[in-house]
Structure formats: structure tokens, C-alpha cells
């Protein structure tokens, strides 16, 4: 089955700077990636997508890249601000099927 | 915006006993799923249901676990007989129907085995 890991597993960053969070998945099935921000007992929430046909995606100050060949791809999140901080986890999938999720990382942004 | 929501928000159970999550997707979703969540842990998927039948399962969801969609709103995970191992976030989710793939999550339940 599909594995996914995911790389930092915390990171701290000063408001301002950028964060970046990566993960490679094993399955060359596997087309859809998103990525769930996931505050303290919260619910994960979708912040951005991307599909394998695209290779970068851009939302404001978050985008996504992807690399089918080196089956990775990542986070950025740009300017970040202290209500960025939270849990993000990558998923990987093959359309319509169960979300394998990475271990998640997680963000402090400092003020 | 419609969300999905569930019941209860946290249940505390003993050892043995039955327990039964529910969740009420959004209304013109055609796909379900429940995932759980250890305290600290990944997210982790359990089952998959589409059609008034079960599509997809992980090792998790073995003979202890069944799902229902009751009704036309409802959709329910029990737990026949409760491990202290499942204690854990247990997350409702649904999508409406490809190319649209996003899966939109519930609250949650928090379910404490004792």
C-alpha cells in the first residue's frame, strides 16, 4: 500500500520567514495530494490541493509542488504569521480512495 | 458553508462495552469514510463507504468495527466490543463525486476507553 512520509516533524519558524514541509509517497499510483492544517482539537481542514498533472499550485501565501518522478512534494508557506502555527499533514492518494496521511509537522511561528 | 458534524463530541466507555459514533455528512456527498486519530498520532484511515456498501477497509477496521447509513442523512461506526487501544479522535469524512476529491472532515469524537 501506499507510505508516506513526511519531513520535518517540527519546525519553528519567526513570523516573516518561510516554512517549508516535505513528504514522498511510494505509490506511482497515486494522483491526488493534499495537504490538512490541523489546529489543537480541531478538525483537519483543507488548505491547499494539487492533482499529478500539475506540478505547482499557489494559494496567496501558500503553494504546493510536485514531482512525480522523485514522488515528492511539498509545502511552502510564505510570510508566515503566528496563526499559521498548527499541524500540517500531507496525504497521498489515488482518486477516491482512503487518504494515507504523513506524520504530520509541527509549526511554531514566533513572533 | 455546510459542514460535516457528528455526535457525540466525546464518549467515555468501559472496557467491553458497545459504542456507536455517528456523523451526518454533507448533504449532496456521495462518499463517506471514518479515520481515527491516537492522541499525538498520523491520521489513519479505517473504512470507506459508497452505494450503501463498504468500498474500501484498512487492517484497523477488523470484525470489532461495522458501518450503517441508517437513513439518508446519517452515516454510523460501531464498536461492538471496546479495546483500551481504541481510544482515540475518530474523524468523519465525505466527498461529493469525482473529479471532486476533496475529503471534508467532521469535529470529530474523542473516545476515552477505561
Known amino acids: 500500500g501506499e507510505n508516506v512520509e513526511q519531513h520535518p516533524s517540527t519546525l519553528s519558524v519567526q513570523e516573516g520567514d518561510s516554512a517549508v514541509i516535505k513528504c514522498t509517497y511510494s505509490d506511482s499510483a497515486s494522483n491526488y495530494f493534499p495537504w490538512y492544517k490541523q489546529e489543537l482539537g480541531k478538525r483537519p481542514q483543507l488548505i491547499i490541493d494539487i492533482r499529478s498533472n500539475v506540478g505547482e499550485k499557489k494559494d496567496q501565501r501558500i503553494a504546493v509542488t510536485l514531482n512525480k518522478t522523485a514522488k515528492h512534494f511539498s509545502l511552502h508557506i510564505t510570510e508566515t504569521q503566528p496563526e499559521d502555527s498548527a499541524v500540517y499533514f500531507c496525504a497521498a492518494t489515488n482518486s477516491g480512495y482512503a487518504l494515507n496521511f504523513g506524520k504530520g509537522t509541527s509549526l511554531l511561528v514566533t513572533p | 458553508e455546510p459542514e460535516v458534524t457528528q455526535t457525540p463530541s466525546h464518549q467515555v466507555t468501559q472496557m467491553g462495552q458497545e459504542v456507536i459514533l455517528r456523523c451526518v455528512p454533507i448533504?449532496?456527498?456521495?462518499?463517506f469514510y471514518w479515520y481515527r486519530q491516537i492522541l499525538g498520532q498520523k491520521v489513519e484511515f479505517l473504512v470507506s463507504?459508497?452505494?450503501?456498501?463498504?468500498?474500501?477497509k484498512s487492517e484497523i477496521f477488523d470484525d470489532q468495527f461495522s458501518v450503517e447509513r441508517p437513513d439518508g442523512s446519517n452515516f454510523t461506526l460501531k464498536i461492538r466490543s471496546t479495546k483500551l487501544e481504541d481510544s482515540a479522535m475518530y474523524f468523519c469524512?465525505?466527498?461529493?463525486?469525482?473529479?471532486?476529491?476533496?475529503?471534508?472532515f467532521g469535529p470529530g469524537t474523542r473516545l476515552l476507553v477505561l
Open positions: 448533504s449532496n456527498h456521495l462518499y
Open positions: 463507504f459508497y452505494n450503501n456498501e463498504i468500498s474500501e
Open positions: 469524512a465525505s466527498r461529493t463525486s469525482w473529479p471532486k476529491e476533496t475529503q471534508y
